[in-house]
């Protein structure tokens, strides 16, 4: 099975998760959470960073699975993007499934805000602001969350991602984001729309970087364990500079 957004043939999710789970589990403190957010239940893990202190503020990031954003995919893209950094240099991460198999660039959207005002709540996140990130699915449900929602969010990543409903209104959004896209060479048809969306967004103003992994598809390895220090690079970056 596979599946389809529009006229975008997404990878079989089995697939997916069965290279994702490929890397290593290591050691930081993950928690399985339930929440009822305005009668839904909604699931979702939460990384610590080592010697976390809930009286400390920290940054943090709201990521998304990709494919059917099950919690097999929440764990997937964990393992492989951002498990190992958060530990290390000190990240809050939060991974929610789609609730009732409702997508989070669908009808899976009603979990917000208050799904990121109850976080603000459990949670001391630095300045009351996330970086938001997801991969394929993940990735446009990352740029469609952070374009309804724009006051909360430092960034947003898509690897693969990009804001799919490019109205103006939601375009203008964005315009004081730090936005990263990531699309693997092969990966034709995403790679084009990040092309060409990145160019749009450079040409009104915006701080956007685009990276065209060599020899990558759609799951792109360059971004596992060690690689994804790149992307807290830029997420620490966006804190510092672009996000307002």
Known sequence: MSYRFGSRLLFPAAAIAAVLLSVQPLAAEVMDKVADISGTKLQYKVVLPNGYDPAKAYPAILAFGGGPQ?????????????RQQAETLGYIVILPA????????????RVFPAFIVKLLGDFKILQNKFHIAGVSNGGLSAFHIASLYPQYFWSVTGLPGFLDDA????????AKMCIYMYAGELDEDW????????????????????SEEKGEG?????????GAARLFKQLEQARQGCGK
């Not at 099950?70 to 951002?82: D, F, I, Y």
């Not at 109205?167 to 964005?174: D, G, K, Q």
């Open 218 to 226: 759609h799951v792109m390895r360059t971004l596992d364990g060690q």
């Open 70 to 82: 099950t919690m097999s995919m929440v764990q997937a893209t964990l393992e492989r993007n951002w």
């Open 167 to 174: 109205s103006p209104e939601r375009v203008r959004a964005l």
């Open 98 to 109: 789609a609730p009732n198999g409702d997508l989070f660039f669908e009808s899976g959207d």
């Open 191 to 210: 790679l084009q729309s990040e092309e060409q969306q990145a160019a749009k967004f450079r040409s009104q103003g915006f701080t956007v970087e685009f």
